[in-house]
């Protein structure tokens, strides 16, 4: 696994499957958090699934905050504004598929 971007030290996103593996609708990335580090609060015209591999997020969206652990997940609709935020006292890993238009 080679890290393609990391954000202010806080967030690393890894690519684990993407066109570069020759797969022809989705990319698959690892995000790696450190303790009360958020993305940033956006939207966008395609959806997230999002699976929690370690530790526990915080996922806000524009009328809720949902708390989800290591072994669950959630749907992020298309366009629907949201933030991940890293509530754990260690790292937080979660893997997010995404449609391949979503760039890497």
Not at 63 to 86: A, C, L, M, S
Not at 90 to 101: A, D, L, M, N, R
Request: net charge negative; with cysteine.
């Amino acid at each position: 696994m080679q890290p393609l971007e990391i954000r202010n030290g806080t967030v690393l996103k890894r690519v684990l499957i993407g066109p570069r593996d020759g797969a022809p609708n989705f990319v698959m990335r690892l995000f790696t958090m450190k303790p009360d580090a958020s993305t940033e609060y956006h939207s966008h015209p395609w959806e997230h699934e999002i699976f929690v591999v370690e530790g526990e997020l915080e996922v806000i969206q524009k009328d809720k905050k949902t708390r989800v652990e290591k072994g669950t997940y959630i749907f992020v609709e298309p366009n629907e504004e949201h933030q991940f935020h890293n509530v754990y006292d260690g790292e937080t890993s979660f893997i997010c598929v995404i449609p391949k238009e979503g760039g890497e």
